[in-house]
């Protein structure tokens, strides 16, 4: 009720203050400010977010942002935080930051002058292994950096200012691209590493005047796509709205566009989290921004909250609430939600509400649930994280993105094409009679509640039926074959997230396993890369984890190789099936072959949209020697297909389809 006087209150102020301004579109986003008293602070809080433990730790100079600037790909590839420290010994707090992450190494980034010598006497003293990466300057360092990537991309961005390539460090940091710093002239580093690596695609951000063509041309690099808009906000805005595909968050990190050193850490989290990454003044969001954050929103901001129709509830059981299978008190147990936690109420037969916990969808007794009322659900259009304190993004510009302040910017207060005022879900039918059967209350979980608002799909789980594998297949049809399944993703890697927050890596491992069992059962050797929730590489990173698979590979030499992914695209209507082979794969006809074999089956067995077989560079499908394929099962990123994913029965009968797929490759012989 105060917040909706309040936001009346501001309303007819800016009725007032703006005559001319009918309707206003402001912004409702939730926000989350990630800050601590000083940029080493924040660091520390942006770590502390994103990282229980880390294998390593890069470290940077406080001020010395040239060098830090283009880690962020780095940084994702070990899964590794940045922290900040004065360069002359390390800060206290990062010392005990160090501790409590138990990395088994450090990375000092930059040269001497600015982390000194002492900086690694410290950390010998601390048991930790450490290393440096510096060039004699920022554009050197962005090479050595570079190096340690595998892409056939290159993002060339200015360095003599920060924005541009912090703009472009989150897409880079998801796509594993380098970035590499030039001035306005190239740097005799950039040109060498240039003409060692000649990446095929090469996107260059800011403009003319920050990076001038004739040297490009002088030097025969091939601009692929150039980025760049009248000031930083408009080339921030230009560069995420180029790389919207690699974001499969709902979520903005928003950073100074002005004040470097907070945003650094946070780019390597905003990765980590798929989501871009938007710079901003201190004191007002400028228009390229401010418009591109409403075009993501979802729904139209309401002033007023109805009373009816709550689909919302607070779960009052003391000990805790029993999230079972189906609407009855004797079902299993999927989950136990603590009291006073807020859940979104999907459905309702009797005396149960059927909601989602933790990505796990059953029913409640409404006995231990108080309906509340759902104010302007703002949560889908996902949450800013703002890095950094108040003297750096302050009170007002949260307060505008929050809907309870208004911009200065003119262009900021134009009325915007309007947005649907909810988004579409199942209705909630009315209360029905008394309980028979008294709730079953456990004692509490003891972890903290993560309450996640459900995406609402129409996959109905009780219409997929199990196929029988064996189906017109004789016994040991596979004896004397070996085949290694590649269950993608594991560990650190969670691999595409789906909008219910459930992890590709764990559908991926689900129908490794269900086809392992099957293949066994045909008489097949079977050898796995991973079977848990871990990446095979030893010390993980993006390039070790494929490497590692790689290598069983080739040392084992199965018959087969089969690697298994859910694809994830920005628009959550797209579904369907691929199946990939390499041109290049010293087993070319027979991998085309088997991979057209699978996609078939899979199609016939499941009945997904059939997205043909593709030809594609990955790095499972160069390296191996025998034939190999990658199958992109299904799409993670739509609502449908992301239940589908989730159901046993859609992971086995995927096994399934991948079996016959098999059998009917080796039945019918190479055309
Ligand atoms: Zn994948």
Redesign the pocket.
């Known amino acids: 009720m105060k917040k909706s006087f309040f936001l009346l209150f501001t309303l007819l102020a800016i009725v007032l203050c703006f005559p001319l301004v009918t309707q206003a579109s402001p912004l409702v986003y939730p926000t989350e400010r990630i800050s601590g008293q000083d940029r080493v602070a924040t660091a520390l809080s942006i770590s502390q977010k994103g990282w229980d433990s880390a294998q390593t730790v890069i470290l940077c100079e406080y001020s010395d942002y040239p060098d830090s600037i283009a880690s962020t790909p780095f940084a994702v590839s070990l899964n590794a935080p940045i922290l900040l420290t004065a360069g002359g010994s390390i800060d206290e707090r990062v010392v005990t930051e160090l501790q409590r992450l138990k990395p088994k190494k450090v990375i000092l980034l930059g040269g001497i002058a600015c982390l000194k010598p002492s900086i690694g006497n410290e950390l010998d003293n601390l048991s930790l292994k450490w290393e440096r990466i510096g060039g004699t300057d920022r554009y050197e360092t962005s090479v050595l950096l570079a190096k340690h990537l595998t892409s056939d991309s290159l993002i060339l961005a200015n360095g003599d200012d920060f924005p541009d390539a912090l703009s472009a460090a989150t897409f880079a940091g998801i796509k594993q691209i380098p970035i590499v710093l030039t001035s306005k002239s190239l740097p005799h580093s950039v040109i060498e590493y240039y003409k060692e690596t000649g990446p095929k695609h090469l996107i260059v951000i800011g403009g003319e005047f920050v990076i001038p063509s004739n040297d490009l041309t002088t030097n025969k690099f091939a601009v692929e796509t150039r980025l760049g808009g009248q000031d930083r906000y408009e080339t921030n805005a230009k560069v995420i709205s180029f790389m919207k595909d690699a974001y499969q968050s709902n979520d903005f990190y928003l950073a100074s566009g002005i004040t470097f050193p907070d945003a650094v850490a946070g780019t390597v989290l905003a990765s980590k989290d798929k989501a871009p990454l938007l710079l901003t003044e201190k004191e007002d969001i400028p228009p390229s921004i401010y418009s591109l954050m409403r075009k993501h929103m979802k729904v139209e901001p309401s002033s007023q909250s109805t009373n009816d129709n709550s689909k919302e509830g607070m779960t009052t059981a003391s000990g805790g609430l029993n999230l079972r299978e189906t609407p009855s008190s004797t079902s299993k147990i999927l989950s136990t939600i603590p009291k006073d936690t807020t859940i979104n109420l999907i459905d309702q037969q009797d005396q149960w509400y059927k909601t989602t916990y933790q990505s796990k969808t059953g029913w409640i007794s409404a006995n231990y649930v108080t309906p509340t009322t759902a104010t302007v659900d703002s949560s889908v259009n996902g949450t800013v994280h703002i890095l950094g304190g108040t003297g750096i993004i302050s009170s007002k510009s949260q307060n505008i993105i929050e809907g309870k302040a208004s911009s200065t910017y003119a262009d900021n207060l134009k009325s915007f094409p309007s947005l649907p005022s909810e988004i579409k879900t199942t209705d909630l039918p009315s209360k029905g009679e008394d309980v028979d059967t008294p709730p079953v209350v456990t004692p509490p979980v003891d972890t903290p509640p993560v309450v996640t608002p459900p995406v609402s799909t129409t996959y109905d789980p009780t219409q997929e039926v199990l196929v029988n594998p064996f189906q017109g297949i004789p016994d040991n049809a596979l004896a004397g074959k070996t085949i290694m399944i590649d269950p993608?993703?594991g560990g650190p890697d969670t691999?595409?997230i789906g909008p219910n927050h459930t992890y590709?890596k764990n559908n991926?491992l689900a129908i490794g396993l269900a086809l392992n069992s099957i293949l066994q059962q045909a008489g097949a050797k079977v050898i796995l890369t991973r079977d848990t929730d871990i990446s095979p590489a030893t010390d993980y990173s993006e390039n070790e984890d494929l490497k590692a698979r790689v290598e069983l590979a080739n040392k084992t030499n199965p018959d087969l190789f089969i690697c298994i992914?859910?694809?994830?695209f920005s628009n959550p209507a797209v579904q369907g099936t691929s199946t990939y082979y390499y041109d290049d794969n010293p087993k070319q006809a027979e991998s085309l072959k088997l991979a057209k074999s699978i996609q078939s089956s899979v199609i016939n067995t499941l009945q997904t949209n059939d997205r043909g077989v593709k030809e594609a560079n990955f790095y499972v499908l160069h390296y191996t020697t025998m034939p190999s394929i990658l199958l992109?099962a299904a799409f993670i990123s739509s609502p449908y297909e992301e239940a589908r994913l989730q159901n046993p029965t859609f992971q086995n009968n995927v096994a399934s389809a991948i079996f016959q797929g098999i059998y009917n490759y080796y039945k019918s012989p190479l055309s």
């Open positions: 993608g993703h691999g595409a590709e991926n992914h859910n694809d994830s992109e």
